[in-house]
């Protein structure tokens, strides 16, 4: 993460997702092959922020029940959740706490996700009924 001292101060930071190093993920139990992450504003502790996920083809994360919302879109390449459902760039998944699922890829993918807690149900305004 670069810092720059351009009148900003510490107040921005500039990250190059495509030369930063991703790091294995586990995604709450072993680390899994070919699964990494990037941590952006992602908190560790808090298991709140931003993160970009990368996974290998043929890879696919353990099983997992979300105690908090996930949302995330896929970037780059295919996601196949446990359901069947196939998604690919562009794609946009919201999960509710609770939600227990797996996702894997056959050609690869890139995606970028939020974890948050939820204060109550929101729905973004471009998924609302009009």
Do not use: W
């Not at 510490?10 to 941590?39: C, E, H, M, S, W």
């Not at 908190?43 to 994360?61: A, C, F, K, V, W």
């Not at 939020?114 to 009924?129: C, E």
């Amino acid at each position: 993460m670069k810092k720059y001292s351009d009148g900003f101060g510490d107040q921005r930071q500039i990250v190059n997702t495509d030369k930063a190093k991703y790091y294995p993920y586990d995604f709450g139990g072993p680390v899994l092959a070919g699964v990494y992450q990037l941590d952006l504003s992602y908190n560790r502790d808090s298991g709140h922020g931003m993160y970009l996920i990368r996974m290998d083809p043929g890879t696919e994360t353990t099983r997992h029940v979300h105690s908090l919302r996930e949302e995330y879109l896929i970037l780059e390449g295919d996601v196949v959740e446990s359901d069947g459902t196939v998604l690919g760039p562009g794609d946009y998944v919201i999960y509710e706490p609770g939600t227990e699922h797996s996702s894997k890829t056959v050609n690869g993918c890139r995606l970028i996700g939020f974890d948050y807690p939820l204060d109550g149900k929101v729905t973004p305004r471009s998924l609302s009924a009009k």
